[in-house]
């Protein structure tokens, strides 16, 4: 069974630094292109970050380029996403996604809530 | 970046009823599209990848259809707990994006 289980998430002030990981099993990790996608309360679903299966390519949204970094460790079958000056508007669920693709299936974690507030 | 448009934004439905959401591309995005449930609290469900391909363990009630530009997602009878939140996603071109989101409510 594919499961992805992320952590790290909590209260940070304005401008602090988190770092999210995401545990992922019963499927070969190193395989798998990954993805963060949050949600802020209320509101629908924004991708944030992917990394490919090797961790060589990475993408960013907007809103968080230069500010957050994607990064993993197949030997350790983890995910991670540091973010650094981290707003108000950061503020959401952050999920970790193997998202689908033309003949594989998707998958999601619980997520973690990251709350940025002083 | 492509833009998704669900229609329609909300609706209500009564057990056993048909229901079809529908979901348009800005622009065309061949099969590269899932469609995903979430309830409240909950994190999505993966439902159907490659436009029309069940997701595993998801019942046959849920089916999707579609290419190019325009894709629905249709639940045959509608069943309590299926009331929820339905997004649609593409995946043709980074970044990924997702539709606003269709919501069914009781009637």
């Known amino acids: 069974e594919v499961q992805l289980v992320e952590s790290g998430g909590g209260l940070v002030q304005p401008g602090g630094s988190l770092r999210l990981s995401c545990a992922a099993s019963?499927?070969?990790?190193?395989?798998?292109?990954m993805n963060w996608v949050r949600q802020a309360p209320g509101k629908g679903l924004e991708w944030v970050s992917y990394?490919?299966?090797?961790?060589?390519?990475?993408y960013y949204a907007d809103s968080v380029k230069g500010r957050f970094t994607i990064s993993r460790d197949n030997a350790k079958k983890s995910l991670y996403l540091h973010m650094n000056s981290l707003r108000a508007e950061d503020t959401a669920v952050y999920y970790c996604?193997?998202?689908?693709?033309?003949?594989?299936?998707?998958?999601w974690g619980q997520g973690t809530l990251v709350t940025v507030s002083s | 970046d492509i833009q998704l448009t669900q229609s329609p934004s909300s609706l209500s439905a009564s057990v056993g009823d048909r229901v079809t959401i529908t979901c348009r591309a800005s622009?065309?995005?061949?099969?590269?599209l899932a469609w995903f449930q979430q309830k409240p609290g909950k994190a999505p469900k993966s439902l159907i990848y490659?436009?029309?391909s069940l997701q595993s363990g998801v019942p046959s009630k849920f089916s999707g259809s579609g290419s190019g530009t325009d894709f629905t997602l249709t639940i045959s009878s509608l069943q309590p707990e299926d009331f929820a939140t339905y997004y649609c996603?593409?995946?043709?071109?980074?970044?990924?994006?997702f539709g606003g989101g269709t919501k069914v409510e009781i009637k």
């Open positions: 996604a193997r998202l689908p693709t033309v003949t594989t299936m998707g998958y």
């Open positions: 019963g499927f070969t990790f190193s395989s798998y292109e």
């Open positions: 990394i490919s299966s090797s961790g060589s390519t990475k």
């Open positions: 622009q065309g995005i061949s099969n590269y």
């Open positions: 490659a436009a029309s």
């Open positions: 996603q593409q995946y043709n071109s980074y970044p990924p994006t």
